[in-house]
C-alpha cells in the first residue's frame, strides 16, 4: 500500500500568517493516464470531510484563494497564503492513484 | 445539488451484522464511481471500499476484504455496504463519497458502534 506521511501533524498559526502542509508518499502518485491524483482535505470541527484541491493544484469550487496545492512525483504541499479562524481543523492529503486509496494521517491546525 | 445520505448505522454486537445505505440525489448517479470512507471517532480517514459505475469493479482494503460487501442499485440511486463478522476496530463513522480517485462530495455519515 502506498504510505502517506503528513508534517507537521500539529500546526499552531497566529490569524494572518501562512501555513504549509507537506505530504510525502511512498510511491509516485503519476497515474498510467497521465494524471497524478493527490488531495487535500479538510475537516472543520463536527462536520465532513470537504475537497479543497484535487490532482495536486486545482482548487474546488467555492475554495478560497488562499489556498494553494502544489508539487509532483512524490512530494507534495498545501498552502494558506493568510490563516483566518475558519481554516482550524484537520487537513488530510489522499492519493487516488494505486489500490487501496490512502490518507495522510491528517494536520490539525490550530490558532495560536 | 448534489446530495449524499447516509443511514443504517447503530450499535451491534461483535460478530454481528449491519447494511449501511447511501442515497444520492441531485446528480447522475450511474456515471459514477461510488466509495465509502471510514472515521474512527478522533482518528484519521480511513478509504473502504470502492464500486465502478455497473457495478462490475469493486475494491477493498484488506482490513474488511472478506467480511464487507459494497453493492449498488442505480434504479434506486443507492449506495450499499454489507458488514459482516463485526469487531470493535470497525466502530466508526462511515462516509459515502462521490467518485474514487479525487471523492468531491460527501455525505455527513453514519455512526456504527461495535460493542457487547
Known amino acids: 500500500d502506498v504510505v502517506m506521511t503528513q508534517s507537521p501533524l500539529s500546526l499552531p498559526v497566529t490569524l494572518g500568517q501562512p501555513a504549509s502542509i507537506s505530504c510525502r508518499s511512498s510511491q509516485s502518485l503519476v497515474h498510467s493516464d497521465g494524471n497524478t491524483f493527490l488531495n487535500w482535505f479538510q475537516q472543520r470541527p463536527g462536520q465532513s470531510p470537504r475537497r479543497l484541491i484535487y490532482?495536486?493544484?486545482n482548487r474546488d469550487s467555492g475554495v478560497p484563494d488562499r489556498f494553494s496545492g502544489s508539487g509532483s512525483g512524490t512530494d507534495f504541499t498545501l498552502k494558506i497564503s493568510r490563516v483566518e479562524a475558519e481554516d482550524v481543523g484537520v487537513y488530510y492529503c489522499m492519493q487516488g492513484t494505486h489500490w487501496p486509496r490512502t490518507f495522510g494521517q491528517g494536520t490539525r491546525l490550530e490558532i495560536k | 445539488e448534489v446530495q449524499l445520505v447516509e443511514s443504517g448505522g447503530g450499535l451491534v454486537q461483535p460478530g454481528g451484522s449491519l447494511r449501511l445505505s447511501c442515497a444520492a440525489s441531485g446528480f447522475t448517479f450511474s456515471s459514477h464511481w461510488m466509495t465509502w470512507i471510514r472515521q474512527a471517532p478522533g482518528k484519521g480517514l480511513e478509504w473502504v471500499a470502492n464500486?465502478?459505475?455497473?457495478?462490475?469493479?469493486?475494491y477493498y482494503v484488506d482490513s474488511v476484504k472478506g467480511r464487507f460487501t459494497i453493492s449498488r442499485d442505480n434504479a434506486k440511486n443507492s449506495l450499499y455496504l454489507q458488514m459482516n463478522s463485526l469487531t470493535a476496530e470497525d466502530t466508526a463513522f462511515y462516509y459515502c463519497a462521490r467518485g474514487t480517485t479525487a471523492p468531491g462530495y460527501w455525505g455527513q455519515g453514519t455512526l456504527v458502534t461495535v460493542s457487547s
Open positions: 464500486i465502478k459505475q455497473d457495478g462490475s469493479e469493486k
Open positions: 490532482k495536486v493544484s
